[in-house]
């Protein structure tokens, strides 16, 4: 199995910075992709961004210019640098980890608790 740890949460005036972390580890863990989604109340989990192995990024319409990912591969650990920060991202953020682990020899999710991000307007 693969433990998914976020970190970096918290309260933020609108226009401010938050920097989010998440690790994942385990027994033989290889991690392909890792992302990070989010869900405000009422909606959907969405793709906030994700980041592949060699650093290929993907992100959110909504957060492009605003936010950043990047990873840590020999830590097994990405980050979501999140400037310009918007009521409207105001939201519980969980890290995903699309993995390999010991005894479970197919990729598959692995989810974090969640981490809350509030932005006051």
């Known amino acids: 199995q693969v433990r998914v740890v976020e970190s970096g949460g918290g309260l933020v005036q609108a226009g401010g910075s938050l920097r989010l972390s998440c690790t994942a580890s385990?027994?033989?863990?290889?991690?392909?992709?890792m992302g990070w989604y989010r869900q405000a109340p009422g909606k959907q989990r969405e793709l906030v961004a994700s980041i592949t192995t060699g650093g290929g990024t993907n992100y959110a319409d909504s957060v492009k210019g605003r936010f950043a990912i990047s990873r840590d591969n020999a830590k097994n650990t990405v980050y979501l640098q999140m400037n310009s920060l918007k009521p409207e991202d105001t939201a519980v953020y969980y890290c995903?980890?699309?993995?390999?682990?010991?005894?479970?020899?197919?990729?598959?999710?692995?989810w974090g608790q969640g981490t809350q991000v509030t932005v006051s307007s």
């Open positions: 385990g027994r033989d863990v290889s991690i392909n992709t």
């Open positions: 995903n980890a699309y993995a390999i682990a010991h005894g479970v020899w197919v990729l598959k999710d692995y």
